[in-house]
């Protein structure tokens, strides 16, 4: 009898015990392709050697020294080599455990800011429906996902919600991508509005939605809409890239892809690829000299900030990302895994939506393509998607409540960076060999 507290209190699951590359292999010898990185995180795949190397080194040199006292030198070296590879105006880089810490620390952020600034009035945040930017109460509290919120909605703190740019199902027949895009950018201003301009602090957006939505990206204009409506009323603009970036989209940044700046990033997943836990957030030298040169302490942290294991890990991460060129590298891989999706499943009847960047992709699964219906939630594909693919030798991320946190279920897939265009392909035939075990037949 196992005495670890799992997901999920009926599933039995299968033991890992080794990786290869792109594969994971559990204790029977069974190998599994990680199509989706585990959640977009491998992205190195799992027996990289210099990443491996750099974290015994770390350790047989310095575990662990506490920030309130030390810095060290691999987070040093880290935030440089992040600040000088990201865009805009992003200097400082604070490094955590993980996506929702990363988030947590951006809220906490943006307030600290505004009461340094003497706008103490500036509490609210805003975010999307439909979003997710983690689990603690205060990322929850922010994601717009239906599902994870609902059992701790009493205790989740008061944030706002606008419409997401979710062009597939929610932009009108007669109106253009950039006519759409504008729309649902401008419901972020009334939403101001109605709060009350000076008591906005922040805008929360993922570039790319990941696990709610499932790889869906903004169309042509809505961030630029976004950032000019934020520049208008003293709104800081944070960008939860937790999923979708470190190249995971074909860009180091993933909004780069849309041409703006961000005043604050939160970034994990792929920071670390797994071999390590870490996530960081990164600000504007305007926010961290506000807090510098106001109280000159941020108030909030966690014990294993900046931990030298952690940041040894990543920093030979992000040096095997740049130095392999492999943000180029999804780009291709992406453009591949995309066409070979296409071909696939394009003129499938349940297949309503093939989407996504680099390699992130997401496929929305209907009842009905015309209409767009999903199918009846009470049929729970998303988890028989999940085990006939297990069963095929393909770990993928199917997820359910895309629509409205209850109906609605598509997949999202990940894969390292390092996948062949061979491996991809097995991808696809092993997804699609699971999709034909699972949906309703196309006859």
């Known amino acids: 009898m196992s005495h670890v507290f799992p997901r999920h209190c009926h599933a039995t699951l299968p033991t890992a015990v080794a990786g290869d590359g792109c594969y994971l292999i559990d204790k029977d010898g069974k190998r599994y392709f990680d199509g989706s990185g585990g959640a977009a995180v491998s992205c190195l795949g799992h027996s990289n050697q210099n990443v491996i190397n750099a974290i015994k080194e770390q350790a047989g040199k310095l575990a662990f020294a506490h920030t309130g006292f030390f810095t060290s030198e691999p987070a040093e070296e880290l935030a440089e080599l992040l600040i000088a590879n990201a865009p805009g105006d992003l200097d400082r880089v604070y490094f955590v455990s993980g996506g929702s810490e990363a988030v947590e620390s951006a809220i906490k952020l943006a307030r600290q800011y505004f009461v340094e600034k003497g706008e103490t009035q500036r509490r609210h945040l805003i975010a999307r429906r439909q979003s997710y930017h983690g689990n603690t109460l205060g990322a929850l509290s922010a994601g717009g996902n239906a599902l994870r919120r609902e059992k701790f909605a009493p205790i989740l703190v008061e944030m706002s919600h606008v419409a997401p740019c979710y062009e597939y199902t929610e932009r009108d027949t007669a109106e253009s991508l950039e006519d759409y895009g504008q729309r649902v950018a401008n419901d972020l201003e009334a939403e101001i509005l109605r709060l009350g301009a000076d008591t906005v602090m922040a805008f929360i957006a993922e570039p790319v939605v990941g696990a709610t939505l499932g790889a869906v990206t903004s169309v042509p204009g809505y961030f630029k809409r976004v950032r000019e409506i934020c520049d208008e009323h003293g709104i800081l603009l944070i960008l939860d890239e937790v999923m979708c970036g470190m190249g995971r989209t074909g860009y180091l940044f993933a909004h780069e892809a849309d041409g703006i700046k961000a005043d604050i990033v939160c970034i994990a997943k792929g ?19 506000t807090i510098k040169d106001g109280s000159g302490f941020f108030q909030h942290g966690h014990t294993y900030l900046g931990h030298p294991i952690a940041t040894a890990a990543s920093l030979a991460v992000v040096k095997e990302i740049l130095n392999n060129d492999l943000v180029n590298q999804v780009k291709q891989r992406g453009a591949f895994l995309e066409s070979a999706l296409q071909a696939k499943f394009a003129d499938h009847p349940h297949i309503g939506d093939i989407r996504g960047r680099g390699l992130f992709r997401g496929i929305e699964i209907v009842e009905d393509r015309d209409t767009k219906t999903p199918f009846n939630p009470s049929l729970g594909l998303a988890a028989k998607l999940k085990k006939a693919a297990l069963a095929e030798g393909l770990i993928c991320y199917p997820g359910s409540g895309t629509r409205d ?39």
């Open 271 to 289: 920071l670390g690829a797994g071999y390590q836990p870490i996530g960081a957030m990164l600000c504007t030298d305007h926010i961290y000299n």
């Open 405 to 443: 946190g209850k109906h609605g279920d598509h997949i999202l897939l990940a894969p390292p960076f390092i996948a062949s265009e061979a491996q991809l392909s097995e991808l696809v035939n092993m997804l699609a060999r699971a999709i034909d075990k699972t949906l309703p037949s196309k006859d």
